[in-house]
């Protein structure tokens, strides 16, 4: 089970808080290796209710094991509360999860259903253009293509690493369990994460590696 895989996780990341610097570790100041208490069964279960989706199972595990959100990669993990009317990440609002579109494919590369053409998502350079009103109006369509909020329905803001860096968790569809990163402020596409194997990263994965480069420092 998914929840074999986070058994003693949150003990070694309390005892981390003791032995590691904020310094040493990306992001710990922020969250100093405090971790959310874990939430129950049923309190998962009216989650995924509330939300519509089955959680991926590693992050569902994380949940019940280790906790509702905290200590981790970057500045942490996003925690799961519950609020009036429902369930949501707490996050500010450049970093909140489209709770209403969980249910829907996590396709980056599809805007209303539709393929985007890939030079749709390459940035207009100033210098392409004559005039720069020509360049403002591809800038913005452009723009508009590249942070269009359909390019990530389907999928958890998990993680901010500041400056408008985000990691998603995909909930539905065929990348569902996978971890992507969204680094379109520097004008880097959606991309999924891999090992230094070519594997692709779970939440799982990536939440475990970051805590065994933290243990390594």
């Known amino acids: ?33 405090a971790v959310e208490p874990p939430l129950t069964g049923d309190a998962v279960e009216d989650a995924e209710r ?20 905290g200590a981790g990669p970057a500045y942490g993990v996003f925690a799961l509360n519950q609020v009036a009317g ?12 489209d709770t209403d579109r969980l249910r829907e494919p996590f396709t980056p590369q599809h805007i209303g259903g539709r393929a985007i053409e890939p030079l749709d998502l390459r940035a207009p350079h100033r ?4 005039y720069r009103g020509d360049y403002e109006s ?25 400056c408008l860096r985000r990691y998603w968790l995909v909930v539905t569809g065929a990348e569902r369990g996978t ?27 990536w939440y475990l590696a970051w805590l065994d480069e933290a243990e390594r420092r």
Do not use: N, Q
């Not at 929840?3 to 100093?32: C, I, M, N, Q, T």
């Not at 089955?54 to 509702?68: I, K």
């Not at 992507?180 to 779970?202: H, K, M, N, Q, S």
């Open 179 to 205: 971890i992507w990163r969204d680094y379109r402020t520097d004008g880097l596409d959606l991309a999924p994460l891999f090992d230094v194997d070519g594997g692709r990263l779970t939440f799982g994965r």
């Open 86 to 97: 429902g369930w949501e990440w707490a996050a500010k609002d450049t970093h909140r999860t």
């Open 138 to 162: 591809a800038y913005g369509r452009w723009a508009d293509a590249f942070w269009h909020p359909d390019r990530t329905a389907g999928a958890i803001c998990v993680c901010d690493e500041g």
């Open 1 to 33: 089970m998914a929840e074999e895989l986070w058994k003693g996780v949150r003990e070694r990341v309390s005892r981390l808080a003791d032995r590691v610097g904020p310094a040493e570790v990306f992001g710990a100041g922020a969250h100093g290796f």
């Open 127 to 130: 210098y392409d253009f004559e």
């Open 50 to 69: 509330a939300l519509g989706v089955r959680l991926p199972e590693e992050y569902r595990g994380f949940l019940l094991e280790v906790g509702a959100g």
